[in-house]
């Protein structure tokens, strides 16, 4: 089967995937309260399902949730190693990117409104939960500021403009005063605001997801690291101490899938690393001036970007993405990157310099050789459904489990039609040119913003 190589049956019931590290530090998992939260036990024992999820982050929840409403009377096992969050889900930037799933290929009006829903979806889905079942994820719906940080950047950043109004977007490019207004940088020579676009806290939607999806009636293990799964008209799904027999399986690891022999050499995992300063007082966010909270990103190719915490400290990520050798899971922390990151930050805010950081960490999201998701159905009998090679996700995982339902559902509409529905993933090409992705990106970074004498 495409996309699938069972890996060597002497690991197979024996040993699980190497899948978690010793210890991460990420603020995320500190402020939603996780130390003092109920993890669910562990699947012991054999079990039947009508659907089993592998994966509890915004794809395995998203698509729970999903799958629920459409088949409200299908018994829905969710298999988590951790616990629900635990990957990029839970550590993620809280960036809410709205118009990351456009199709530039869509030219009509008709087939643009329809593919700009889709784009939007996952917002309007996370919407939906606070709304419906009361989550609590410090959503704030204020929109996004792109700086640009020499004349490139800038030529860039019209396209974009260009583009996003093509589309009938709200978008509006800033300089000088005017940007001021917005963030105050010697760094940033103009901002392109778009209307749309969000931050939250990412454990909080995580957990809170979990919850509504265990209200609706899913059952959800958490402490369930899936060891081997034997694909078929019924799947055969070991865990470490139970097991689950079950005609659909719902594939959602992302970065962890070649682990247990899904998409092993076309998606890898590439990690990337994000810190939070200490909350500022005042006067520091007054020197910055950075007073409607957009979410806030640069042009470099390996930006960096940023979001104002609920409790008034400074999340930001970016920097450097690191591969480690062998497609390994590797450590949730990384000092070299985590110390650029700091850097980078006071250099775009000199007011900034000593500011404490209290908490830094990583994870690991799917690279691809064109860092586009996938999401769709395969298996000798097109039982398998899976979302994978989300490198950016926050809102798109929301909508790659609404695709993953409707297709289970057999609808054809314009999210089952999406260009990313069973987009094929390219070969990764051999683990030393992956290795080199996270460099690569870096030194073309690097040129552009040595360009501008910024670096
Ligand atoms: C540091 C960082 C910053 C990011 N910043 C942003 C951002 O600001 N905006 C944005 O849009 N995106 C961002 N992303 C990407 C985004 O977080 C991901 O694209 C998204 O969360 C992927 O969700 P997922 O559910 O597909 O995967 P994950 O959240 O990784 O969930 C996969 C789950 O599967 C479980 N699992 C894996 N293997 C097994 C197994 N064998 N058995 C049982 N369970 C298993 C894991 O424990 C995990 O909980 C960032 C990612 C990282 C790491």
Not at 1 to 11: A, I, L, N
């Given at each position: 089967?495409?996309?699938?190589?069972?890996?060597?049956?002497?690991?197979?019931?024996?040993?699980?995937?190497?899948?978690?590290?010793?210890?991460?530090?990420?603020f995320?998992?500190?402020?939603?309260g996780?130390?003092?939260?109920?993890?669910?036990?562990?699947?012991?024992?054999?079990h039947?399902?009508?659907?089993?999820i592998?994966?509890g982050g915004?794809?395995?929840?998203?698509?729970?949730?999903n799958?629920?409403?459409?088949?409200?009377d299908?018994?829905?096992?969710?298999?988590?190693?951790?616990?629900?969050?635990?990957?990029?889900?839970?550590?993620?930037?809280?960036?809410?990117?709205?118009?990351?799933?456009?199709?530039?290929?869509?030219?009509?009006?008709?087939?643009?409104?329809?593919n700009?829903?889709?784009?939007?979806?996952?917002?309007k889905?996370i919407?939906?939960?606070?709304?419906?079942?009361?989550?609590?994820?410090?959503?704030?719906?204020?929109?996004?500021?792109?700086v640009?940080m020499?004349?490139?950047?800038?030529?860039?950043?019209?396209?974009?403009?260009?583009?996003?109004?093509?589309?009938?977007?709200?978008?509006?490019?800033?300089?000088?005063?005017?940007?001021?207004?917005?963030?105050?940088?010697?760094?940033?020579?103009?901002g392109?605001?778009?209307?749309l676009?969000?931050?939250?806290?990412?454990?909080?939607?995580?957990?809170?997801m979990?919850?509504?999806?265990?209200?609706?009636?899913?059952?959800i293990?958490?402490?369930?690291v899936?060891?081997?799964?034997?694909?078929g008209?019924?799947?055969?799904?070991?865990?470490?101490?139970?097991?689950?027999k079950?005609?659909?399986?719902?594939?959602?690891?992302?970065?962890?899938?070649?682990?247990?022999?899904?998409?092993?050499?076309?998606?890898?995992?590439?990690?990337?690393?994000?810190?939070?300063?200490?909350?500022?007082?005042?006067?520091?966010?007054?020197?910055?001036?950075?007073?409607?909270?957009?979410?806030?990103?640069?042009?470099?190719?390996?930006?960096?970007?940023?979001i104002?915490?609920?409790?008034?400290?400074?999340?930001?990520?970016?920097s450097?993405?690191?591969?480690?050798?062998?497609?390994?899971?590797?450590?949730?922390n990384?000092?070299?990157?985590s110390?650029?990151?700091?850097?980078?930050?006071t250099?775009t805010?000199p007011?900034l310099?000593?500011?404490k950081?209290?908490?830094?960490?990583?994870?690991?999201?799917a690279?691809?050789?064109?860092?586009?998701?996938?999401?769709?159905?395969m298996g000798?009998?097109?039982?398998i459904?899976?979302?994978?090679?989300?490198?950016?996700?926050?809102?798109?995982?929301?909508?790659?489990?609404?695709i993953?339902?409707?297709?289970?559902?057999?609808?054809?509409?314009?999210?089952?039609?999406?260009?990313?529905?069973?987009?094929?993933?390219?070969?990764?090409?051999?683990?030393?040119?992956?290795?080199?992705?996270?460099?690569?990106k870096?030194?073309?970074?690097?040129?552009?913003?040595?360009?501008?004498g910024?670096?």
């Amino acid at each position: 089967m495409k996309y699938f190589s069972p890996p060597s049956t002497r690991r197979n019931g024996l040993k699980p995937p190497a899948l978690y590290e010793y210890f991460i530090d990420n603020f995320w998992f500190k402020s939603a309260g996780l130390e003092h939260e109920r993890i669910n036990e562990p699947l012991r024992g054999d079990h039947k399902a009508d659907i089993v999820i592998i994966g509890g982050g915004y794809t395995g929840l998203s698509a729970a949730y999903n799958i629920r409403q459409k088949f409200p009377d299908k018994k829905i096992m969710l298999l988590e190693g951790a616990c629900c969050g635990y990957g990029a889900s839970g550590r993620n930037g809280g960036f809410c990117i709205a118009t990351s799933l456009l199709d530039s290929n869509f030219k009509d009006p008709e087939s643009r409104k329809r593919n700009l829903d889709v784009s939007l979806y996952g917002i309007k889905q996370i919407k939906a939960c606070i709304a419906d079942h009361g989550l609590d994820c410090d959503f704030e719906e204020n929109g996004m500021l792109d700086v640009a940080m020499n004349a490139d950047q800038v030529k860039v950043m019209e396209a974009d403009y260009h583009f996003l109004k093509d589309w009938g977007l709200d978008v509006e490019i800033l300089q000088g005063k005017a940007l001021e207004k917005e963030i105050k940088s010697p760094r940033y020579t103009a901002g392109l605001i778009t209307s749309l676009g969000a931050t939250l806290n990412p454990a909080k939607l995580a957990r809170g997801m979990k919850n509504i999806v265990e209200e609706m009636g899913v059952e959800i293990w958490e402490q369930s690291v899936v060891t081997r799964v034997v694909p078929g008209r019924v799947h055969h799904v070991d865990t470490e101490l139970g097991a689950v027999k079950a005609p659909d399986l719902v594939l959602a690891t992302n970065a962890y899938s070649h682990k247990i022999g899904f998409f092993v050499n076309r998606t890898f995992p590439l990690y990337t690393y994000v810190v939070a300063t200490e909350p500022l007082s005042s006067s520091q966010w007054e020197a910055i001036g950075w007073q409607n909270r957009r979410g806030l990103s640069d042009y470099r190719m390996l930006f960096n970007y940023m979001i104002p915490s609920a409790d008034g400290r400074i999340i930001i990520g970016g920097s450097d993405s690191k591969y480690y050798h062998n497609d390994e899971i590797a450590p949730g922390n990384n000092k070299s990157v985590s110390q650029d990151i700091v850097k980078d930050l006071t250099d775009t805010f000199p007011a900034l310099v000593g500011i404490k950081i209290e908490h830094a960490w990583g994870g690991p999201t799917a690279g691809s050789r064109d860092f586009t998701p996938s999401v769709g159905v395969m298996g000798d009998h097109g039982n398998i459904y899976y979302g994978v090679g989300y490198n950016e996700g926050v809102p798109s995982t929301q909508t790659g489990g609404r695709i993953i339902a409707d297709l289970m559902a057999g609808e054809k509409n314009e999210f089952t039609t999406h260009y990313i529905v069973n987009r094929n993933i390219p070969y990764a090409g051999p683990q030393i040119m992956r290795s080199f992705f996270g460099a690569l990106k870096k030194m073309y970074m690097v040129n552009i913003v040595k360009a501008s004498g910024n670096f």
